[in-house]
């Protein structure tokens, strides 16, 4: 017999590792920038992106082990405000800071 629910529960739990993806990617990035590159970049501080991306992959993990019986088992308004948080930080602050790095330049730009 086919049960909705199952699905549903399989959708969410899919959702909740993307968003668990998402936000340990930005936590990554942030975590590998220099400070200065925030600074450079006119964005917040690399403190204050790297505990508010904590927090997200923190609850991000906690929804998506959630469906094994351990966390919070479903997406709520936490999981919800991560994916924000991540989608800000990979949208905005991750271009202008990648651009702030410095490297290696040449006459035509980086390389």
Same mark, same amino acid.
Request: cysteine-free; hydrophobic content about 60%; overall charge positive.
């Given at each position: 017999?086919?049960?909705?629910y199952?699905?549903l529960?399989?959708?969410f739990?899919?959702?909740?590792?993307? @968003?668990f $993806?998402?936000?340990a990617?930005?936590l990554?990035?942030?975590?590998?920038?220099p400070?200065? +590159?925030?600074?450079? !970049? =006119?964005?917040q501080?690399?403190?204050?992106w790297?505990?508010i991306?904590?927090?997200?992959?923190?609850?991000?993990f906690?929804? @998506?082990? $959630?469906?094994?019986?351990?966390?919070?088992?479903q997406l709520?308004?936490?999981v919800?405000? +991560?994916v924000?948080? !991540? =989608?800000?930080?990979?949208?905005d602050?991750?271009?202008a800071?990648?651009q702030?790095?410095?490297?290696?330049?040449g006459?035509?730009?980086?390389?």
């Amino acid at each position: 017999m086919f049960q909705i629910y199952g699905v549903l529960d399989l959708i969410f739990w899919i959702l909740a590792i993307i @968003a668990f $993806g998402m936000s340990a990617w930005a936590l990554f990035h942030a975590i590998r920038t220099p400070a200065r +590159a925030f600074a450079v !970049a =006119g964005k917040q501080t690399k403190k204050l992106w790297t505990i508010i991306l904590g927090f997200a992959t923190l609850f991000a993990f906690a929804s @998506a082990v $959630g469906y094994f019986g351990i966390g919070f088992g479903q997406l709520n308004i936490f999981v919800i405000a +991560a994916v924000i948080a !991540a =989608g800000i930080y990979l949208a905005d602050v991750k271009p202008a800071v990648s651009q702030s790095k410095g490297g290696s330049s040449g006459p035509y730009g980086p390389w």
